[in-house]
């Protein structure tokens, strides 16, 4: 899950990043569209560049925040933000070039008010209306990271209910999930999975 970080800048400088990552993915054998990789970014214009200049067929997420806009297009005097693009629109337009979307968690289910998970929203749902796959990050399992309704004790360090948590988002029918955490991904898949086929 290789990401191109700060593209814009570094190609500012001379140092573009699109080639040579595209020269490793082409040199492993990866730049196919069944290609067990997934190339990433928080900037729209360089996964344009990969998909349409440098002809990459490997697939292309577009990685989302909660708040803000990509640097890239705001460092143009483009106005949109993650929120237009995270947008059932938006998520159209991005289908053209992108395989999926890796959004902030938060933009998933968010928090309320008083720090507990909400009701989900319908991102996952409209992303994959247009057949875009999603990767939710960053789950992490120390209390401090987590809604308070996932919390075990008061030290913020100590491990909470990760594995519920995830539980609770895997059930959004999100694709795929970052975290901090493998083997506590790898027992909430397998609880998630065993549960669904017990359905």
Same mark, same amino acid.
């Given at each position: /899950?290789?990401?191109?970080?700060?593209?814009? /800048?570094?190609? $500012?400088?001379?140092? +573009?990043?699109?080639?040579?990552?595209?020269?490793?993915?082409?040199?492993?054998?990866?730049?196919?569209?069944?290609?067990? &990789?997934?190339?990433?970014? %928080?900037?729209?214009?360089?996964? =344009?560049?990969?998909?349409?200049?440098?002809?990459? $067929?490997?697939? #292309? =997420?577009?990685?989302?925040?909660?708040?803000?806009?990509?640097?890239? #297009?705001?460092?143009?005097?483009?106005?949109?933000? /993650?929120?237009?693009?995270?947008?059932?629109? +938006?998520?159209?337009?991005?289908?053209?070039?992108?395989?999926?979307? +890796?959004?902030?968690?938060?933009? &998933?289910?968010?928090?309320? #008010?008083?720090?507990?998970?909400?009701?989900?929203?319908?991102?996952?749902?409209?992303?994959?209306? =247009?057949? #875009?796959?999603?990767?939710?990050?960053?789950?992490?399992?120390?209390?401090?990271?987590?809604?308070?309704? %996932?919390?075990? +004790?008061?030290?913020?360090?100590? /491990?909470?209910?990760? &594995?519920?948590?995830?539980?609770? %988002?895997?059930?959004?029918? &999100?694709?795929?999930?970052?975290?901090?955490?493998?083997?506590?991904? =790898?027992?909430?898949?397998?609880? %998630?999975?065993?549960?669904?086929?017990?359905?």
């Amino acid at each position: /899950y290789p990401e191109t970080k700060h593209p814009t /800048y570094f190609r $500012s400088i001379g140092l +573009g990043l699109e080639g040579p990552m595209v020269q490793q993915v082409r040199g492993a054998g990866l730049d196919k569209a069944d290609a067990p &990789i997934f190339i990433q970014s %928080f900037e729209l214009t360089n996964l =344009v560049d990969l998909r349409q200049q440098y002809g990459v $067929s490997a697939p #292309l =997420v577009f990685l989302t925040s909660a708040s803000g806009a990509p640097y890239d #297009l705001a460092s143009t005097g483009d106005p949109t933000t /993650y929120s237009q693009l995270t947008s059932a629109a +938006g998520l159209r337009s991005l289908s053209g070039i992108v395989n999926g979307i +890796g959004p902030d968690k938060c933009q &998933i289910i968010p928090c309320t #008010l008083n720090g507990s998970l909400g009701r989900p929203t319908k991102l996952v749902a409209d992303a994959h209306a =247009v057949g #875009l796959k999603v990767h939710a990050y960053t789950f992490r399992a120390e209390n401090t990271f987590l809604p308070v309704d %996932f919390r075990v +004790g008061k030290d913020v360090t100590a /491990y909470g209910r990760a &594995i519920d948590e995830q539980l609770r %988002f895997l059930r959004t029918g &999100i694709d795929g999930l970052f975290t901090d955490h493998a083997d506590i991904g =790898v027992v909430a898949r397998a609880e %998630f999975l065993a549960v669904r086929a017990a359905a």
